[in-house]
């Protein structure tokens, strides 16, 4: 039972590339979401995506961008490196969304960006 | 600026006695909080959650405690063991959006 799984583990970045964390879910959950964890900061959601076909932007967006063409992947994409963007990304998934139905985790892509 | 606050970086506690976790939060439109529970080099994991019609929930060792009036909740942990050494993040949404907002985390420490 893989949940949440996410790829790589660990990446190294030079500033100006671009590269695109996987993220795939066997659960058959609607609701995806992508967030980064910064040293002592907490969680911040970046984008998420309700269902197929369908993104929407969270509290940190910039410099980011998704795609949600099947239910079980929900890809995000880094057009051009930044060293702001350094930070553990989490991608997680839910059946209803926020209320009344708990965030499944991925272990988590370690990004730093050089 | 942070809708949903844990103000307290770290705790300790001794094993066997009582953890309390704090969390406020500024939005009043919150309706449903959550409590997840983080290890090293794993994701979140949830422990428990309550609904704003609701003052408490409880699951065995844990229970959940909401005061609306002033905004605020609290995870209390009885008895403390070794295993809930881990960083705590509290966690709110509305009904209407599919948003859910994490505070900064509470690292908890249990003491032999």
């Known amino acids: 039972n893989a949940g949440v799984t996410q790829t790589p583990k660990f990446r190294i970045l030079k500033i100006g590339q671009s590269m695109t964390l996987q993220c795939a879910q066997d659960?058959?959950?609607?609701?995806m979401y992508w967030y980064r964890q910064d040293p002592g900061m907490g969680l911040k959601l970046i984008y998420y995506?309700?269902?197929?076909?369908?993104?929407d932007k969270g509290e940190v967006p910039n410099g980011y961008n998704v795609s949600r063409s099947t239910t079980e992947d929900f890809p995000l994409r880094l057009e051009l490196a930044a060293p702001s963007q350094t930070s553990v990304y989490f991608c997680?998934?839910?059946?209803?969304?926020?209320?009344?139905?708990?965030?499944?985790f991925g272990n988590g892509t370690r990004l730093t960006v050089t | 600026d942070q809708q949903v606050k844990q103000n307290s970086p770290s705790l300790s506690v001794q094993e066997g006695r009582i953890s309390i976790l704090n969390c406020d939060y500024t939005?009043?439109?919150?309706?449903?909080f959550l409590w997840y529970k983080k290890y090293p080099a794993e994701g979140p994991t949830f422990l428990i959650s309550?609904?704003?019609?609701?003052d408490k929930n409880e699951d065995g060792r844990f229970t959940v405690f909401l005061n609306k009036s002033a905004k605020h909740l609290s995870l209390h942990i009885v008895p403390s063991q070794p295993g809930d050494s881990a960083v705590y993040f509290c966690?709110?949404?509305?009904?209407?959006?599919?948003?859910?907002?994490f505070g900064k985390g509470t690292r908890l420490h249990i003491l032999p």
């Open positions: 997680a998934s839910s059946t209803q969304g926020g209320n009344n139905s708990p965030l499944h």
């Open positions: 659960m058959n959950h609607n609701y």
């Open positions: 995506s309700v269902g197929a076909g369908i993104t």
């Open positions: 939005n009043s439109m919150f309706d449903y």
């Open positions: 309550i609904s704003s019609i609701k």
């Open positions: 966690a709110a949404s509305v009904l209407t959006d599919d948003k859910i907002i």
